[in-house]
């Protein structure tokens, strides 16, 4: 009965690699976003999908590309990993009732990346 | 952009005092304010919000109060439990999500 799930919970791998994370909401949200959690647990926006279309996009780079299958589900797929993606990355959706952004958002878990 | 600040970094109160931690923001046209809460290893959960149409928010122990002319939002905390402890963070919106940086409260008992 999760609201909204992430897995893997823990990712440990090795530079270069390709990764993925995945998010699953079931609480019929229209919106859901990929936030990054660093170190010193700032917490900053990098995606958000209104009913599978790409809304916002930070200035992330290239090698994290955003997947929506449909609006249950946004998936977080990163190449090359660098030392520096080591965070905690949450998915988190809200509803849109026509104001963007301005509804509550529901956190996942989080997945902690460690990047050797 | 959207730059929003968050004081202080750390808090430490004695159980049953009130703890008050501050935010200012930039951008005029935000006008939705959540506060997050924290806990260690957890995920954000949101514990208060307030629109720019309220200027006070009150919610048992918890209460929000915004200043639009001065662009600024606090958080109030009354009666302080050991629970309370965690770190808390203000965000500001227009059309995203701005987080400060959060305030580490710790609550002694």
């Known amino acids: 009965d999760t609201a909204v799930s992430q897995t893997p919970k823990y990712l440990v791998t090795q530079m270069g690699n390709d990764k993925s994370i995945k998010c699953e909401q079931n609480?019929?949200?229209?919106?859901m976003y990929w936030y990054k959690q660093d170190s010193k647990k700032f917490l900053k926006i990098m995606f958000s999908?209104?009913?599978?279309?790409?809304?916002i996009n930070e200035t992330v780079p290239n090698r994290f590309s955003p997947k929506s299958p449909d609006k249950a589900h946004l998936n977080l797929h990163i190449n090359s990993l660098e030392l520096g993606d080591s965070a905690v990355y949450f998915c988190?959706?809200?509803?849109?009732?026509?104001?963007?952004?301005?509804?509550?958002?529901?956190f996942g878990p989080g997945t902690r990346l460690l990047v050797l | 952009g959207e730059n929003v600040e968050q004081h202080p970094s750390t808090l430490s109160v004695q159980e049953g005092d009130s703890a008050v931690i501050k935010c200012t923001y930039s951008?005029?046209?935000?006008?939705?304010f959540p506060w997050y809460k924290q806990e260690l290893g957890k995920r954000p959960q949101l514990i208060i919000d307030?629109?720019?149409?309220?200027g006070e928010k009150k919610d048992q122990r918890i209460a929000v109060t915004l200043n639009k002319t001065a662009k600024h939002f606090s958080l109030h905390i009354t009666e302080t439990q050991p629970e309370d402890s965690a770190v808390y963070f203000c965000?500001?919106?227009?059309?995203?999500?701005?987080f400060g940086a959060g305030t580490i409260l710790r609550v002694k008992s």
């Open positions: 307030i629109r720019s149409n309220v």
């Open positions: 999908y209104n009913n599978k279309e790409l809304i």
């Open positions: 988190a959706s809200s509803q849109n009732l026509g104001v963007s952004h301005q509804e509550t958002q529901y």
């Open positions: 951008d005029s046209a935000s006008n939705y």
């Open positions: 609480l019929g949200h229209d919106t």
């Open positions: 965000a500001a919106s227009r059309s995203k999500l701005v």
